[in-house]
């Protein structure tokens, strides 16, 4: 029976001693409640903060319930040669946790999840620190030596807040900027994503590895992406993937205009000409389709090759809308504006019923053309 007892006792002990008590739902003192908040970033990036949200109750916040700078605790570790900052909320430490590496400041912060402590300031900017301790109560055994960052924010005046709140305030496709509001003050903090671009390849590398990288759709906005932030040799393969890839590929002229884009994008112009020459004759490619090709290739500098196209385009589909309006287009960029009449006043002809837009135009374009102006 005392042996019994001793042990229970022992137990007891070491439960307090690691926090493996469970903890009572009673209200939380001083009615500070514990508040969760969470961003992504571009889709891609998370930022989650954890604090404890504490009322003014008619105080003076700054200056008052939580002085300027550094300050003395009286308990744990803080001291007056190892004064702490304040733990930028109430009870257990405030905390952030970052899914990717980040930017604060204009430094580097590595993904993880860290204390969070700040050192108001009269007059100045603001410290704000982000410490790899990050599970203490407070700030009473905070220490400089385990700080992973720490930045100067100007914080700014604000319409009164009762409640301590963190709030995101702006979103952008590569940062974010939260928050600190409490009484009169607020203190706005930019987070951006390290790398973006490295962020969102390998995001879309582990999708395209799983369940949405069955289809020929995802591999082909994944290629898209690619493309458009300079990664030409991923894009290349990812557009390959969705004309070719086993069981799912589709060679079809959306498939084959976008392993066309990328090629372009890589400098590889005879070869996205190639593969269009070829998208041309498959399923998906309308009139309005190879008209909308034309165009790019005018823009291009292409000139014979849009009227190339252009041609092809009116002879296979009869003269269908837009396809003499795209011949207009394709002898006025060579310069032979009499055919270029010609078509246009064909394609008058047939502008589809209901469209009030392009009969006006074509009349403005034979103006311009009978003027010796080109229409593109």
Not at 187 to 193: D, F, Q
Not at 301 to 319: H, I, M, R, S
Not at 359 to 369: E, F, M, T, Y
Request: no cysteine; charged share 20%.
């Amino acid at each position: 029976m005392n042996y019994n007892k001793k042990f229970l006792g022992m137990l007891i002990l070491s439960l307090l001693s690691f926090g493996g008590l469970a903890q009572l739902s009673t209200p939380p003192g001083g009615g500070s409640q514990r508040s969760y908040v969470r961003q992504h970033i571009g889709g891609v990036g998370k930022v989650a903060i954890e604090y404890s949200s504490p009322g003014a109750r008619g105080r003076t916040i700054f200056g008052g319930v939580v002085p300027y700078g550094f300050n003395n605790l009286g308990f744990g570790t803080s001291s007056a040669e190892n004064p702490s900052p304040w733990r930028a909320g109430a009870d257990q430490n405030t905390t952030f946790h970052f899914s990717h590496d980040v930017m604060i400041g204009g430094k580097a912060l590595k993904a993880g999840k860290y204390g969070f402590f700040v050192a108001p300031s009269q007059e100045g900017a603001w410290t704000v620190i982000f410490s790899r301790d990050n599970n203490h109560w407070g700030s009473f055994f905070y220490d400089e030596k385990n700080d992973a960052l720490r930045v100067e924010v100007a914080a700014e005046d604000a319409s009164f807040h009762e409640w301590l709140t963190y709030e995101f305030i702006d979103r952008q496709n590569t940062s974010t900027t939260v928050a600190l509001i409490w009484g009169d003050k607020k203190l706005p903090i930019k987070i951006e994503l390290k790398d973006p671009v490295k962020a969102h390849m390998k995001a879309l590398t582990a999708e395209l590895n799983n369940q949405p990288g069955f289809t020929y759709q995802n591999y082909g906005a994944a290629a898209r992406y690619a493309s458009s932030v300079g990664e030409h040799d991923q894009a290349i393969k990812w557009s390959d993937l969705a004309i070719n890839a086993p069981f799912f590929g589709q060679k079809n002229f959306g498939t084959m205009q976008t392993k066309a884009g990328v090629l372009t994008a890589a400098g590889k112009t005879d070869e996205a000409i190639a593969v269009m020459d070829e998208a041309m004759k498959l399923p998906g490619a309308t009139a309005g389709a190879i008209h909308q090709y034309g165009r790019q290739l005018i823009t291009a500098g292409k000139k014979d090759k849009a009227l190339e196209v252009f041609k092809y385009n009116q002879k296979t589909n009869n003269g269908a809308w837009p396809t003499n309006y795209g011949l207009a287009r394709g002898y006025s960029a060579v310069g032979n504006y009499k055919q270029a009449i010609k078509y246009l006043k064909l394609a008058k002809a047939n502008v589809p019923a209901g469209d009030t837009v392009n009969g006006p135009l074509i009349d403005q374009n034979i103006a311009k053309l009978e003027k010796g102006e080109d229409i593109n």
